[in-house]
């Protein structure tokens, strides 16, 4: 193990350690008890400039009615909901099929076709921009839901491939080869056998597919403008204008906005963490 | 291709191609769908990039005009010299990510909660964590002030200065940045062969030494996945600046990304064949990234199928 375990260390050492871990881990977290704090906080405190001192009152119940009832938030929180799962569904099915056949047949243009997936999935948004604008306008599907949905699904596809075709192809190829002994047809392998076995690359895609479509700000202000589609990042930021030094508003809606893909790490953790160093967490 | 009538043959010839024709009725959804969002998409921008455009009016050819008009715009220049302060101050995240994973890297009581929470920034929007820094930055109300108070900068508002807006932006950026090399450290440090740790300190190497020669090279796919995906961060940076300066003040924080979106789809005109100039020369240079990706994972490919 690298660095040496600390209990193998002088005692003296043991207590550094264990004095310091707590006291790093207070400065690296800054600036989410900054918002924690202030979302308690009333307008007092904030015009006063009391942001690190006990709050004067305890707001926090007030400020998230607030938020929940002068402003759009629980139609953006709900839009998010809308946008991010029927998202992470399509982008998964997708990348199943496509994975399962880069990962198992041979054929000429397959790494080709695998190599098309990887680099478009790292192209700079800009690039896509415009002609998906344009696309969307054109389809009739410019600020809607589905209009936003279509293009994560079809762009998400790009890393959940890359994924999924490594993550099927170190399955053991014994299981396909017997199956097609006993005459299975490949649409049966598919379902029957490779399916099952993918399940935890699928739950490591869905988290992942979660966070970065609910995180999304920049498809959302491409192809949304009004309230009734908006998601929860585009929504934050247009109420930042009418809030302007509305700091514990601000910090409530923060907060709002940043639960649902927090719980979501917190739960599935491991699967998270799997999908995102590319499912190498063995050893 | 000849197709037979009688039945029982009819079977025969789906039996001895559903190999070859199977994988392609797997592949045609998603890979119909990405052509049409992503492929095409890169080739029509570039077609753009020689036009005349305000996306309404019909568009009108004006071969390379864009892209010498680019040569002389002093925003342009700007954009792309902040571009490069991200991709390099953007790397901090690589070492210190490195050297955080390496301190939690140990078992004590807690360590996996507190390993989460140093996770979590990374899992936060981009869009919530530039309106923290944003307010963090204020000159009066916000928590730097009195720092700024103690050493004789009263007032002194870092996203409103042309020197120090892109700085400030970058740091933000740094935060849930380095979240993620960690992830990528910790695993790494979790894969390392502890055979080859110990034979490395029966032979004497301890600290940095060991550190260097042993460690090091088998972190190797960790430090390179950190890399790109820091890189592609560092040229994708357009939430954080799009929060906190929207390219001010007077364009000095702007970079590449938020200065083609500026230019195609804001207040300041519809441009989209400038834009997409813009947007060809930051996917020009992301190319770079991408093919050197792409060929170590060749590479690799071969590796394995040798």
Redesign the interface.
């Known amino acids: 193990?690298?660095?040496t375990?600390?209990?193998q260390r002088p005692i003296i050492n043991q207590y550094i350690?264990?004095v310091f871990?707590?006291i790093?881990?207070i400065i690296?977290?800054i600036?989410?008890f900054?918002?924690l704090m202030t979302s308690i906080r009333g307008l007092g405190d904030?015009?006063a400039?009391n942001?690190?001192g006990t709050p004067s009152e305890f707001l926090l119940f007030s400020n998230l009615y607030d938020v929940f009832t002068n402003t759009p938030m629980i139609k953006y929180t709900l839009n998010s909901f809308k946008v991010t799962i029927p998202t992470m569904l399509g982008a998964v099915a997708?990348?199943c099929?496509?994975g399962?056949?880069?990962a198992?047949?041979k054929?000429k243009t397959?790494?080709i076709?695998f190599?098309?997936?990887?680099?478009?999935n790292?192209?700079?948004?800009?690039?896509?921009?415009?002609?998906?604008?344009?696309?969307t306008f054109k389809i009739g599907l410019y600020n809607t839901i589905t209009g936003l949905v279509?293009?994560h699904?079809?762009?998400q596809?790009?890393f959940c491939?890359l994924f999924m075709r490594n993550f099927i192809k170190a399955l053991p190829q014994e299981l396909i080869e017997a199956a097609r002994m006993d005459g299975a047809?490949?649409?049966k392998i598919?379902w029957k056998i490779i399916l099952p076995l993918t399940r935890p690359a699928i739950a490591a895609l869905c988290v992942l597919i979660f966070?970065f479509i609910?995180?999304d700000?920049?498809w959302a202000?491409?192809l949304i403008q009004g309230d009734h589609a908006m998601p929860i990042?585009?929504g934050?930021?247009s109420l930042?204008g009418q809030w302007i030094?509305a700091?514990h508003l601000?910090s409530t809606g923060?907060i709002v906005?940043?639960i649902p893909?927090?719980i979501?790490?917190?739960l599935m953790?491991k699967h998270f963490?799997a999908g995102?160093?590319?499912g190498?967490?063995?050893? | 291709m000849e197709l037979n009538n009688s039945k029982p043959k009819r079977i025969t010839w789906w039996q001895k191609n559903q190999i070859k024709i199977s994988p392609w009725i797997f592949l045609a959804p998603g890979l119909i769908f990405f052509f049409i969002y992503v492929i095409a998409p890169i080739f029509v921008s570039i077609g753009i990039s020689f036009y005349q455009w305000d996306g309404l009016s019909p568009s009108i050819y004006v071969g390379l005009q864009n892209y010498i008009e680019l040569l002389d715009d002093e925003y342009f220049y700007i954009s792309l010299w902040n571009n490069l302060k991200w991709l390099i101050f953007f790397m901090l995240a690589v070492p210190i990510g490195l050297g955080l994973a390496i301190f939690l890297n140990q078992i004590v009581f807690g360590i996996r909660l507190i390993k989460s929470l140093f996770f979590f920034p990374f899992v936060i929007s981009q869009v919530v964590i530039g309106l923290i820094f944003t307010w963090f930055y204020q000159p009066n109300y916000g928590v730097i002030a009195p720092f700024l108070d103690l050493i004789g900068l009263e007032g002194f508002s870092i996203l409103a200065n042309e020197n120090t807006a892109t700085y400030g932006i970058i740091f933000a950026g740094l935060y849930p940045q380095i979240a993620y090399c960690l992830i990528l450290y910790l695993t790494g440090l979790n894969n390392i062969n502890p055979e080859q740790i110990e034979a490395g300190r029966m032979d004497g190497a301890k600290g940095f030494n060991l550190f260097w020669n042993i460690v090091l090279p088998q972190l190797r796919h960790a430090t390179f996945l950190a890399i790109v995906v820091t890189v592609i961060g560092a040229l994708r940076s357009f939430d954080m600046v799009a929060i906190m300066t929207q390219g001010g003040p007077y364009g000095y924080s702007n970079v590449l990304a938020y200065y083609m979106f500026e230019q195609a789809l804001s207040e300041y005109g519809y441009r989209m064949g400038y834009g997409s100039a813009i947007a060809t020369v930051l996917f020009t240079i992301m190319m770079f990234y991408i093919l050197f990706f792409i060929y170590r994972m060749y590479r690799n490919e071969r590796e394995d199928n040798n």
């Open positions: 193990m690298f660095p375990p600390i209990h350690y264990k871990l707590p790093s881990l690296w977290l600036p989410i900054g918002i904030i015009t400039g942001m690190w997708l990348s099929m496509t399962f056949a880069l198992r047949y054929f397959n790494l076709i190599f098309i997936f990887i680099a478009g790292f192209v700079p948004f800009q690039i896509l921009m415009i002609p998906v604008r344009d696309l279509l293009f699904v079809a762009f596809t790009g491939t047809s490949e649409f598919f966070t609910w995180n700000y920049f202000t491409v990042t585009a934050l930021k930042n030094t700091y601000l923060s906005a940043a893909p927090v979501m790490f917190f953790q963490i995102l160093t590319l190498a967490t063995k050893g």
